[in-house]
């Protein structure tokens, strides 16, 4: 489905309480070792990794569609030179001031649709869910939370952008961040997802040429450490379809919430 994915660099579920404060951004890393380019840096590789699984259930925007479910693949792995959570991929830049530049790949896996998913969509052709998104990302580490920001691109399915603010807070074995972000979608992408071809065109569904637009999303994540080792995941949140989107004579919704739940157990 596509719509805003919480979040970006970026909105994700965190691994542990541990791990919930390295993402957001409330400790700055210090020191000569952690400023710089990777490639020169001489700080020590040390290497952490999980696994998990999840699922995800959010409204669709598309008229009929109803809620969608997907399974979450919760794999994580994180050295000196990549971070991979589920299915992002970045291959880290260097780190100046608390400010951290990556190389982003990202898996599209449920984007989409198939004509018979909704009766809107009789008659039109198959979108294709499958996609690969690279580009640059960058994430800004203070006191007062995590600024990030990335920008995509994907072939025939045009660019995406986003930007994503977080906070966490610990309360014992709880973490609580919640979150707000936009995405910037361009015409190409709206135009694939959501328009509509003059040869798919009919009575109740008129040509539509998509246009870019931007998407707004008001969140939150609670991470319960179980043990040392095993946490707990939940984002629930909504989001704020761009006009770009909604003037689609496909889609009947303006607002779409999702939540997510998941286990993760980390290795080390």
């Keep these: 489905m596509p719509v805003r994915r919480w979040c ?23 020191g000569a070792d952690d400023s ?67 190389l982003r790949g990202k898996f599209s896996i449920s984007d989409g649709y198939k004509q018979s998913d909704a009766p809107i969509l009789n008659g039109m052709q ?22 990030s920001a990335e920008y995509l691109v994907g072939g025939n399915k045009g660019e995406r952008a986003s930007l994503d603010y977080r906070k966490s807070f610990d309360f014992g074995k709880f973490s609580l961040t ?21 040869f798919e065109a009919s009575a109740a569904r008129p040509a539509y040429a998509g246009k870019a637009t931007w998407n707004a999303s008001l969140g939150a994540s609670v991470n319960y450490k ?24 496909l889609v009947g919704k303006r607002f779409i919430p999702e939540v997510k739940v998941g286990y993760v157990y980390q290795f080390k």
């Design 126 to 147: 198959d979108r294709n869910g499958s996609a690969f998104w690279y580009g640059p990302a960058l994430a800004w580490r203070t006191a007062f939370g995590t600024l």
């Design 226 to 249: 179980l043990t040392q080792h095993q946490s707990i995941l939940l984002d629930a949140g909504v989001s704020h379809l761009g006009s770009g989107i909604t003037d689609s004579p």
């Design 36 to 102: 710089g380019f990777t490639v020169l840096s001489n700080a020590t590789n040390v290497t952490h990794w999980g696994l998990g699984a999840g699922v995800g259930l959010a409204q669709s925007p598309y008229k009929g569609y109803g809620t969608k479910v997907e399974p979450l693949p919760l794999v994580y792995f994180d050295d000196k030179w990549l971070h991979v959570f589920g299915t992002t991929i970045d291959v880290k830049v260097g780190s100046w001031s608390g400010v951290s530049v990556a």
């Design 178 to 198: 919640p979150h707000a972000g936009m995405d910037w979608l361009s015409a190409k992408y709206v135009d694939y997802y959501y328009g509509v071809l003059p």
């Design 8 to 30: 970006v660099p970026l909105v994700l579920f965190a691994l542990s309480a541990g791990t919930a404060r390295a993402e957001s951004g409330d400790t700055v890393p210090t």
